[in-house]
């Protein structure tokens, strides 16, 4: 078992729209996000995607449907296939949990997209 601090895990590094791993219970990833301005539009054809906004505000706006503004303490899960892209007017930190494995822009192809998640060691 490791013990998590949230604030340390934001404290370790300053890129945006660059997701760290900070646990995998299962066959799941839990990672830590700050983002800032518009991230690709996007899916996930195979997995929710839940997006827990821990400081800050988020807009997760969505091609066929209302967008859902997100503000620190607040959750939404984003069913697979759906189409989306988060907004932030300033940084904001995000809890992101998902299938491991689950690449950054889903389907799309773009210098965003991360082959690879960086893992934290914090506690």
């Not at 195979?46 to 503000?71: A, P």
């Not at 069913?79 to 998902?98: I, K, N, T």
């Amino acid at each position: 078992m490791e013990k998590v601090s949230l604030a340390e895990g934001f404290d370790a590094f300053d890129e945006q729209w660059s997701p760290r791993l900070v646990a995998e219970p299962n066959d799941h990833a839990v990672k830590l996000a700050k983002v800032e301005g518009e991230f690709v539009w996007h899916s996930h054809p195979d997995t929710d995607e839940l997006f827990f906004v821990h400081d800050g505000t988020v807009t997760v706006e969505f091609r066929d449907r209302d967008d859902v503004t997100l503000r620190a303490g607040e959750l939404l899960v984003v069913p697979s296939g759906v189409e989306h892209r988060p907004v932030a007017d300033e940084e904001a930190q995000l809890v992101l949990f998902e299938a491991a494995g689950t690449r950054n822009t889903g389907t799309t192809e773009t210098e965003r997209t991360q082959t690879e998640t960086e893992r934290l060691n914090v506690d």
